[in-house]
């Protein structure tokens, strides 16, 4: 059994872990820290998961977590960098949720996160935990750095098109729309329910902070820089992300079957048959990502851009579930276990 712990158990990206851990059938939930909560049962703040989950919330301490295989940081931004060495130090391993691990250029990452890094030498060995692309790097990873939610999306639905090389990599384009839960649970004005429910409107367009990790992969993928305009929106949903994305064709293939050779032997990819429309709720508390490929025609004839949709739940393959995937490989385990849940409809 994995002996794991969780360092910010009160989010809905907390509580989503904690779902999915206490029917994992290889996990023992050892420690669950919030400084605010510290005293109270789990099961008092999230009656879902009364019989499931028996502890109640400690303060975060090393002691707190001592004798934990595993430790999950479902943090702001700012607090895994300041914790993870000692954690690591006691033989711990670590998925780190936050974005503190992702961002391999340390400047980009203080230009985005406006603060100075506490922990530059782990992010040399940190691993970025998106299962598609660095599987084998996870097995036998220490520390992995959990992808965003936005990014997950966006970098799975065009991958096989920049590994390829069959589109111009200076002129992508990420159209995304991400439910409120993505804000993580807190109280701010435009997350009310009077303000978020029936409306819709673009945010951060001048520089989100997912923009550089989306770009890390994408140029991983291609071999060099790409040009990425990333445009994020907020819907008046709970979960879920859609993200269609552009790219313009500068090499005839078939793209249907690029995707399906790409993703063949991945659980939690599902390319869905040509001139299919994923929607969120297709995604909704499972652990998929849904892609579609589209060739629309345009006015002067053939149609040299090509759309793939993307959906994801952004609290699952966006987030606690892509973490148990993780610590799957991390721990030799099949990939799968503790994350066949079908999605809820409606």
């Known amino acids: 059994m ?16 904690l ?6 059938p290889q996990v023992e939930l050892r420690a669950i820290t919030s400084r605010k909560e510290a005293g109270t049962a789990v099961s008092a703040m999230f009656p879902s998961l009364r019989g499931r989950v028996d502890l109640a919330f400690t303060e975060p301490t090393r002691d707190a977590l001592r004798g934990c295989d595993l430790v999950f940081f479902a943090t702001p931004n700012g607090v895994a960098m300041g914790e993870a060495r000692a954690l690591l130090d006691s033989g711990a391993r670590l998925i780190d949720l936050s974005a503190d691990f992702r961002i391999q250029d340390l400047a980009e990452w203080e230009r985005f996160y406006k603060t100075k890094h506490a922990a530059p030498e782990l992010v040399r060995d940190a691993v970025y935990g998106l299962c598609e692309v660095n599987r084998e790097r ?8 959990n992808p965003g939610c936005y990014p997950t999306a966006v970098q799975l639905g065009l991958l096989p098109l920049l590994e390829a090389g069959v589109v111009d990599l200076d002129h992508l384009i990420a159209d995304a729309k991400s439910g409120v839960s993505g804000a993580g649970r807190k109280t701010e004005l435009n997350l009310m329910f009077s303000e978020a429910s029936d409306n819709f409107m673009a945010y951060n367009v001048p520089g989100h902070r997912h923009w550089p ?20 929106h907020l819907t008046p949903l709970i979960r879920g992300i859609h993200a269609t994305l552009y790219a313009r064709i500068t090499k005839e293939a078939d793209f249907q079957k690029l995707f ?7 659980p939690f990819v599902d390319v869905m048959p040509a001139g299919s429309h994923p929607d969120t709720r297709s995604v909704r508390a499972a652990n998929v990502c849904r892609l579609a490929v589209h060739r629309p025609p345009q006015c002067t004839g053939g149609g040299d851009t090509l759309v793939v949709l993307s959906v994801i739940d952004n609290l699952v393959k966006g987030a606690a579930g892509q973490a148990v995937q993780n610590m799957n490989l991390m721990f030799g385990l099949p990939e799968t276990t503790g994350l066949e849940q079908v999605a809820v409809v409606p």
Request: proline letters at 2%.
């Open 138 to 145: 996870i097995r036998g990873a220490r520390l992995v750095a």
């Open 19 to 24: 779902r999915l851990l206490a029917q994992h």
């Open 260 to 266: 399906e050779k790409r993703y063949a032997s991945e």
């Open 2 to 17: 994995i002996k794991a712990g969780i360092v910010g158990g009160t989010g809905y990206t907390g509580v989503e872990l």
């Open 213 to 232: 990790e989306i770009r890390q992969g994408l140029a991983r993928a291609a071999g060099r820089e790409v040009g990425l305009v990333f445009v994020p």
